[in-house]
């Protein structure tokens, strides 16, 4: 299977930054795309920013032209950098992959256990 290790939240100020990172392992064939989910309180888990093995990016509404997802492939790393941030963007961020590994004949979904973003003066 695949673990995923996050790493980079904490407390931030509003209209400060930060920036994640999450690291796959495990015996995996190939990574179809990596990206960032979060969820607040009360809330559901919603996109944040997604990248393709290619490059490809997507972004949710609330985060486009404040945050930047990159990807290193060979280390199977994948990256948010927040900038601008507001309390609003207090979540906990899951980092995702989908996957192919040995013995599964499609890709699959994993995630890692989050980390916590807190904005707040």
């Known amino acids: 299977q695949v673990q995923l290790e996050e790493s980079g939240g904490g407390l931030v100020q509003p209209g400060g930054s930060l920036r994640l990172s999450c690291v796959a392992s495990g015996s995996i064939i190939s990574i179809s795309n990596m990206g960032w989910y979060r969820q607040a309180p009360g809330n559901q888990r919603e996109l944040v920013a997604a990248i393709t093995s290619g490059g490809s990016t997507n972004y949710g509404d609330s985060v486009k032209g404040r945050f930047t997802i990159s990807s290193d492939n060979a280390k199977n790393t994948v990256y948010l950098q927040m900038n601008s941030l507001k309390p609003d963007d207090t979540a906990v961020y899951y980092c995702?992959?989908?996957?192919?590994?040995?013995?599964?004949?499609?890709?699959?979904?994993?995630w890692g256990q989050g980390t916590q973003v807190t904005v707040s003066s």
């Open positions: 995702n992959t989908r996957a192919k590994v040995p013995g599964i004949l499609y890709g699959r979904n994993y």
